[in-house]
């Protein structure tokens, strides 16, 4: 009985080479180990890729907040330094025009640079933002 099994078992290829199934389920148990570790490879690789853009996108953020808010307490310093000394009315006007100006940009500056930012640094974000433009030009 055990004999004929073996003769089930084995399998002579084209070149006159006889196998085992045993041996032909071994290399196709590799072959299967291999597409797994593809598959984690490539899982890890997206990761890293995503990883990376959130870096990116996180030190942008950072930059524009420091930038944004970094102008307030300059230009409260200046005004604290600079408010003994006797200034014009024309250097008046500029200074209270240059405050006036500047202080709603940087807040709207602050507030929308999350958007830019993203849109700039992650190309993920800049496709989902196409497509939910492209669906609601259809509409």
Not at 120 to 129: G, L, Y
């Given at each position: 009985m055990y004999r004929r099994k073996k003769e089930m078992n084995d399998l002579q290829n084209d070149d006159g080479i006889t196998t085992t199934a045993a041996a032909d389920s071994t290399i196709n148990a590799t072959n299967g180990q291999q597409?797994?570790?593809?598959?984690?490879?490539k899982q890890q690789r997206h990761t890293k890729k995503r990883d990376s853009q959130l870096v990116v996108m996180l030190l942008?953020?950072?930059?524009?907040?420091?930038i944004s808010t970094f102008l307030f307490p300059t230009n409260d310093l200046y005004q604290t330094v600079t408010s003994?000394?006797?200034k014009s009315v024309e250097r008046q006007q500029i200074e209270t025009f240059i405050t006036y100006i500047a202080r709603p940009y940087l807040i709207v500056l602050n507030a929308c640079s999350t958007f830019f930012v993203w849109?700039?640094?992650?190309?993920?974000?800049?496709?989902?933002?196409?497509?939910?433009?492209h669906y609601y030009r259809k509409r």
């Open positions: 597409f797994v570790r593809f598959q984690q490879q942008a953020e950072i930059i524009a907040y420091l003994h000394v006797q849109f700039a640094a992650s190309k993920k974000f800049r496709n989902d933002f196409k497509q939910y433009l």
